[in-house]
């Protein structure tokens, strides 16, 4: 085993190989940008070493800066992990001729597979079911029409060095791919340095289910069962768990074995993954093969017991697999969920700033449950509009597939963020939807359940009733800790739904009384000044987030965001006679609705505009948003260029009525 490792990478992904690095006993490297001179993977390595600027392309994407780190600190082998160069055939390749261990791939394979147009003829040649297309590349936008009717609508338009679901679009008219052609070519060139675009036969009500490769240098490819990652957002995995709630034995092993086929086919060696499109049939089709470690990795720990970044780091040091495929089993059943800075009640819009708070639930295994966090923030840190905006990755086990999903509830309860939007309460609202607990998943399955975008949760009678008694007896605390003499009866208003309790404590124990004489025990030890509130609510555990606002608390819970006012009952009275401020009138403006930078204006002042007409095109974490009209107007002022960077709100166009 080699003694020193530089980790060309940075965030979560950066701190977790670092920390089996470690154990193993080798020297960590680590290297940061200018926006990353505070970043926890920087403090947790043994050493780091400054690459560049902020820019990806200024640092974590030049492979002349990332080489000479290491023989600046003498560093015998990299681990990419995914992202950046992780897929780069010209970096492996580089750090060949330079004498370093690349962790992962031989380059030719990195080579053919990175590329999708050229895997897919692989994929073939290797006996692997592929999905109908157009696997040359595509000059243009009137190619790109003929082509995706030749294949048939809906297609698939995608850049053949794509990934994180930058350079996607699905079409169903001609008109969607002529657009999409154009925002795929614009993002890959931005993304990847690479503009090529191919088409594909969109597969309906799929599912997207991956085999997870390990291979040695000695000729030996396992399949380490599947991940099922049909949540996604814009092409974008955002729940992941192992294994699929889908197949069958018989169905998991023929993937495996096809997987394990195309990986000999290119001589390929440490880890990957073979990414497949499932049908309602259970028949699959190849996707992409990526040549790393993949984000969802994980899941696949939880569930077979081994270390991946290991077994990675062994295979680069020409050690054998110390397992055979007989060896690989499925224990029990894990989740992950992705925390990512965004704002989902505004359309999921990336969110930056500081870290007010961030506290996540404790790491724990026994053998009934485990969580695990895999971050590479902390209290008091930056999320940045250069990177991605991915705050943790929440991980649950169980022995069954109910009991994680139960597991992974009670820790997203637990989570606290503050300081940047996270999409905490969308992650707990598909956690408690009937169609994920029975498993009825595709990868449509967000736009399907959230047509018109997510707008929190709806609670039962049950579960209000249990937050607005939590409310009033953390109230009473709070009068207790003052000295000001308790008022025993409480008025609690959430909404239009009012709550007069009597109250009763007695140590942690409250026991209140409404008005219809029920009975209602609250066990708590919340006290003043924690923003958790851990209680019982006539036996069923909470966990819920709890913020001081005027007159009551802010309630957060399985994805519920509420405000409770607790008032003496002659003050609720008068409530609804209490005028209400109404919002400022936006309709007239374009407003930035994330940070980001102004790549297109498409309209001029004295233009008039439809509904749906494209607007503008902001850029924010390497993604191509498209502001479109939300009604007919006529422009009266542009009040920006492209080029400007831009904060939540500013004001992009203004508009007259016609």
């Known amino acids: ?25 080798i020297r960590t490297i680590a290297v940061y940008s200018d926006a990353d001179r505070d970043a926890l993977h920087a403090k947790m390595a043994d050493e780091a070493v400054h690459i560049g600027g902020s820019a990806a392309r200024d640092s974590y994407l030049s492979i002349d800066r990332i080489i000479a780190a290491c023989k600046q600190t003498g560093a015998a082998a990299v681990h990419p992990g995914y992202g950046f160069l992780s897929e780069n055939a010209e970096f492996a390749a580089a750090l060949e001729t330079a004498g370093i261990i690349f962790v992962g791939p031989p380059t030719k394979a990195v080579e053919a597979m990175g590329d999708k147009i050229t895997s897919k003829k692989l994929a073939a040649e290797a006996g692997v079911s592929t999905v109908p297309g157009h696997m040359g590349l595509i000059a243009d936008a009137d190619e790109a029409v003929t082509i995706a009717r030749e294949v048939g609508y809906p297609v698939m338009i995608k850049a053949s060095a794509g990934g994180g679901g930058k350079g996607m679009r699905i079409a169903w008219t001609d008109a969607e791919a002529r657009e999409g052609f154009e925002r795929s070519k614009s993002e890959a060139a931005s993304s990847f340095g690479d503009d090529r675009i191919f088409i594909e036969k969109f597969v309906t009500e799929p599912r997207h289910i991956e085999i997870q490769l390990i291979g040695d240098q000695h000729g030996t490819v396992l399949y380490l069962n599947e991940r099922e990652c049909s949540i996604q957002r814009r092409n974008q995995k955002v729940i992941e768990e192992a294994p699929s709630p889908f197949l069958d034995a018989a169905t998991r092993r023929a993937m495996g074995e096809q997987a394990v086929a195309l990986a000999k086919a290119v001589g390929y060696f440490s880890a990957g993954t073979v990414e497949f499109i499932v049908d309602k049939d259970r028949n699959f089709y190849f996707l992409e093969m990526n040549t790393r470690l993949q984000v969802e990795h994980p899941v696949t720990e939880l569930i077979t017991g081994l ?100 597991v992974m509830q009670e820790a997203l309860d637990q989570f606290e963020v503050e300081g940047v939007g996270n999409n905490i309460p969308f992650l707990s609202a598909v956690m408690a939807q009937p169609r994920f607990r029975e498993g009825r998943l595709t990868t449509g399955y967000i736009a399907e359940e959230f047509p ?57 124990e409250y026991w209140l009384t409404d008005g219809a004489g029920k009975k209602l025990l609250v066990e708590t030890g919340w006290k003043p000044g924690l923003s958790l509130a851990i209680a019982r609510v006539d036996g069923e555990l909470h966990h819920v987030r709890v913020d001081r606002v005027t007159a009551g608390f802010r309630l957060r819970w399985r994805g519920a965001d509420l405000v409770a006012r607790v008032l003496w009952p002659k003050v609720a009275d008068l409530m609804p006679l209490m005028p209400v401020k109404l919002p400022p009138d936006l309709s007239k403006f374009l407003l930035c609705p994330m940070p980001g930078q102004v790549v297109r204006i498409d309209v001029r002042e004295g233009d008039v505009v439809e509904a749906g007409q494209n607007l503008a095109i902001v850029e924010a974490m390497k993604m191509e948003n498209v502001l479109r009209a939300e009604r007919r107007a006529r422009v009266s002022k542009v009040r920006v260029a492209p080029g400007a960077v831009l904060a939540v709100d500013e004001v992009i166009l203004e508009f007259e009525a016609i």
């Not at 020193?4 to 670092?18: K, P, Q, T, Y």
């Not at 990675?312 to 029990?332: H, S």
């Not at 965004?342 to 708070?357: A, I, K, M, Q, V």
Request: aromatic content about 8%.
């Open 1 to 25: 085993m080699f003694t020193s490792l530089l980790i060309a990478n940075r965030g979560e992904i950066a701190c977790r190989v670092i920390r089996t690095a470690k154990r193993l006993g």
């Open 452 to 508: 018109d975008g997510f707008t929190g949760v709806t609670l039962s009678a049950t579960e209000l009733t249990h937050l607005a008694a939590l409310a009033c007896v953390s109230a009473y605390a709070l009068d207790t800790r003052s000295h000001t003499g308790p008022e025993k009866r409480r008025a609690v208003l959430i909404g239009a739904d009012r709550w007069d309790f009597a109250v009763r404590a007695d140590g942690i």
């Open 307 to 406: 270390d991946l970044v290991e077994l990675m780091l062994r295979v680069a040091a020409g050690e054998t697999l110390p397992l055979t495929q007989q060896d690989v089993g499925i224990d029990g059943w894990a989740i992950e969920s992705r925390l990512y800075a965004e704002d989902p009640y505004r359309n999921f819009l990336p969110s930056t700033g500081r870290l007010t708070r961030y506290r996540p639930p404790a790491e724990e295994r026994d053998a009934e449950h485990a969580v695990r966090n895999d971050t590479g923030v902390y209290e008091g840190g930056e999320i940045s509009t250069f990177y991605d905006p991915m705050i943790a990755k929440l991980c649950a086990w169980a022995p069954d597939r109910a009991a994680a999903i139960g």
